[in-house]
């Protein structure tokens, strides 16, 4: 007899991981504008948005120039025109390697849920599915970046691992190249708006540009970004007759020295951080790879697999400021 080919309509076993792995693309697209301000903000600025050099499959390669020429520049006296001057031989050019991490989740398909999905409860399964997947690496990548700890093959580097005078970024000693320092405040006290003043003006006198993103923390009833709305609020709103009208009054966004303020709900108690986004990198694909789903052994379950490598990286760490300590 022929094979017997059935309603495709319901017979969804072929196709049910198929469309959740869709599912997890389609909404992969929105994962940088709902996770970091930094990851946000270096994406919305469309420059240094997977532009880094990816060597050896395993790390993220960013070029760094650290040091002037061998033989400075140098005023030449008239009598010495015909003098050959020391020629330079190449000093000073290294580079800030970032491990590309390898995250991985899961997704499986019991028994009991495809019978579910065959039996009108296909749409809401698979976006269950798929918001699942999408939420847990989202989440962890958004933990891992605010962190302030190390890149490895398994995490990707905290920004605020960058934010010290004392570590290695990139695999560049901070203590040993001082140029490689961010610039530090800690037990900074009560707060005030010369507190970032001070640390714009240093990141400024880098002659780098001006830092552009400053995130406030907000942690129990430590609220950074509070206390710069407070500070700012009286000069920068006016109140007008509203003709009856309700008053439309409090700041929602915030621009500070022509740098935008965002609220950091991942910070530590009395944490402001400068940043300059143009000194940021990320490695971060369009989607995850979604691989074709297996049986489980000894089960009538299938598992499937998303794969994702990414990195999070500096080029110029003292173009970057951490305050912390602030009461």
Same mark, same amino acid.
């Given at each position: 007899?022929?094979?017997?080919?059935?309603?495709?309509?319901?017979?969804?076993?072929?196709?049910?991981?198929?469309?959740?792995?869709?599912?997890?693309?389609?909404?992969?697209?929105? $994962?940088?504008?709902?996770?970091?301000?930094? !990851?946000?903000?270096?994406?919305?600025?469309?420059?240094?948005?997977?532009?880094?050099?990816?060597?050896?499959?395993?790390?993220?390669?960013?070029?760094?120039?650290?040091?002037?020429?061998?033989?400075?520049?140098?005023?030449?006296?008239?009598?010495?025109?015909?003098?050959?001057?020391?020629?330079?031989?190449?000093?000073?050019?290294?580079?800030?390697?970032?491990? $590309?991490?390898?995250?991985?989740?899961?997704?499986?398909?019991?028994?009991?849920?495809?019978?579910?999905?065959?039996?009108?409860? !296909?749409?809401?399964?698979?976006?269950?599915?798929?918001?699942?997947?999408?939420?847990?690496?989202?989440?962890?990548?958004?933990?891992?970046?605010?962190?302030?700890?190390?890149?490895?093959?398994?995490?990707?580097?905290?920004?605020?691992?960058?934010?010290?005078?004392?570590?290695? %970024?990139? #695999?560049?000693?901070?203590?040993?190249?001082?140029?490689?320092?961010?610039?530090?405040?800690?037990?900074?006290?009560?707060?005030?708006?010369?507190? $970032?003043?001070?640390?714009?003006?240093?990141?400024?006198?880098?002659?780098?540009?001006? %830092?552009? !993103?400053?995130?406030?923390?907000?942690?129990?009833?430590?609220?950074?970004?509070?206390?710069?709305?407070?500070?700012?609020?009286?000069?920068?709103?006016?109140?007008?007759?509203?003709?009856?009208? %309700?008053?439309?009054?409090?700041?929602?966004?915030?621009?500070?020295? #022509?740098?935008?303020?965002?609220?950091?709900?991942?910070?530590?108690?009395?944490?402001?951080?400068?940043?300059?986004?143009?000194?940021?990198?990320?490695?971060?694909?369009?989607?995850?790879?979604?691989?074709?789903?297996?049986?489980?052994?000894?089960?009538?379950?299938?598992?499937?697999?998303?794969?994702?490598?990414?990195?999070?990286?500096?080029?110029? %760490?003292?173009?970057?400021?951490?305050?912390?300590?602030?009461?």
């Amino acid at each position: 007899p022929m094979a017997f080919t059935g309603n495709s309509n319901i017979s969804v076993t072929a196709y049910t991981a198929f469309a959740v792995a869709k599912a997890v693309s389609g909404a992969w697209s929105t $994962i940088w504008t709902e996770n970091l301000p930094l !990851l946000t903000a270096i994406e919305e600025a469309g420059t240094n948005f997977n532009t880094a050099e990816i060597k050896g499959g395993t790390v993220m390669q960013i070029p760094v120039a650290g040091d002037r020429l061998t033989t400075p520049t140098a005023g030449v006296a008239d009598a010495n025109e015909l003098t050959p001057d020391t020629l330079s031989v190449t000093n000073g050019f290294s580079g800030a390697s970032y491990y $590309i991490a390898h995250y991985r989740a899961h997704t499986n398909y019991r028994a009991s849920e495809q019978f579910i999905a065959e039996n009108g409860g !296909l749409g809401n399964f698979l976006q269950g599915k798929a918001e699942q997947v999408v939420s847990d690496i989202r989440q962890q990548w958004e933990d891992d970046a605010a962190t302030s700890t190390v890149d490895s093959r398994t995490k990707i580097m905290g920004y605020r691992y960058a934010l010290s005078t004392s570590n290695s %970024p990139g #695999g560049i000693s901070q203590a040993t190249d001082t140029q490689w320092q961010a610039h530090v405040k800690t037990s900074a006290g009560t707060f005030g708006l010369n507190l $970032i003043d001070d640390q714009v003006d240093a990141i400024t006198a880098e002659g780098k540009g001006m %830092p552009d !993103l400053i995130l406030a923390g907000i942690s129990g009833s430590s609220n950074m970004f509070g206390k710069i709305r407070t500070a700012i609020g009286p000069t920068a709103e006016r109140l007008v007759n509203p003709n009856g009208k %309700p008053v439309k009054y409090g700041l929602t966004g915030i621009q500070y020295l #022509g740098a935008l303020v965002a609220l950091d709900n991942k910070a530590a108690t009395g944490e402001i951080n400068v940043l300059s986004t143009k000194s940021w990198y990320v490695h971060l694909p369009k989607k995850p790879v979604a691989h074709e789903p297996v049986m489980i052994p000894g089960t009538d379950a299938r598992t499937q697999a998303f794969t994702l490598f990414t990195s999070l990286g500096t080029s110029d %760490p003292s173009r970057n400021a951490g305050i912390t300590g602030i009461t």
